[in-house]
Nanobody, 118 residues
């Protein structure tokens, strides 16, 4: 079983930056994909960004965060990062890290709160 530990959420002023981290541990297989989702009350969870492992490291971003957020990963540590710049109040949400491989296809972290004050 894979476990995820997230960190880095908090309160920031609009225009500021935060960096989220998510470390995976346990029985990890390749290839795998790590992603960040976010959710606000009354709304469905939204995919923010995802990244695959390996030299390919292909990424996907939501249109709403493209050019402001950057997802990256350290495969040696099986850790994914989400660098969030130019934050807006509408980025306020609980951010969840997720992990997928062929053995553990749907693992979610506990979530970390990001609050952007206007």
């Amino acid at each position: 079983q894979v476990q995820l530990v997230e960190s880095g959420g908090g309160l920031v002023q609009a225009g500021g930056s935060l960096r989220l981290s998510c470390a995976a541990s346990g029985s990890i297989f390749t290839p795998n994909t790590m992603s960040w989702f976010r959710q606000t009350p009354g709304k469905e969870r939204e995919l923010v960004a995802s990244i695959t492992d390996g030299d390919d490291g292909s990424t996907v971003y939501a249109d709403s965060v493209r050019d402001r957020f950057t997802i990256s990963r350290d495969d040696a540590k099986t850790t994914v990062y989400l660098q969030m710049n130019s934050l807006k109040p509408e980025d306020t949400a609980v951010y969840f890290c997720t992990f997928w491989d062929r053995i553990s296809p749907n693992i979610w972290g506990q979530g970390t709160q990001v609050t952007v004050a206007s």
